[in-house]
């Protein structure tokens, strides 16, 4: 897995505006079916970790967890613990990388 190249992915779809961050507006979007993909930093505590991952799981969504904290936060260019990637299009690419 190329993780520089997902990291810059986010970067990118940062700017385009198709990344939502912040754990309530990332539940939100979950809930409303609109994240197609979201990174969870493996180092996030416990209770931010298990509500991310029990919305994922009811709702069907992946979760990626191989970013920490500060990986996701250089990456976006703010401080986050949780992402969530509303484009198709991204979605499929950082998949392709993932593989």
Do not use: C, W
């Not at 897995?1 to 986010?10: D, V």
């Not at 990118?12 to 990174?39: H, T, W």
């Not at 180092?43 to 991952?53: E, F, R, W, Y």
Request: charged letters at 25%; hydrophobic letters at 40%; zero cysteines.
């Amino acid at each position: 897995m190329n993780k520089q190249k997902i990291s810059n992915l986010l970067g990118l779809a940062q700017r385009a505006g198709r990344i939502i961050s912040g754990e309530e507006l990332v539940v939100k979007v979950i809930q409303d079916g609109k994240a197609k993909l979201v990174f969870l930093a493996h180092d996030a505590g416990p209770n931010l970790t298990k509500k991310i991952q029990d919305k994922s799981h009811y709702y069907q969504v992946e979760i990626v967890t191989v970013f920490s904290t500060l990986e996701l936060s250089i990456a976006v260019g703010k401080s986050r613990k949780v992402l969530a990637v509303t484009d198709a299009g991204f979605t499929k690419k950082m998949r392709s990388l993932m593989e």
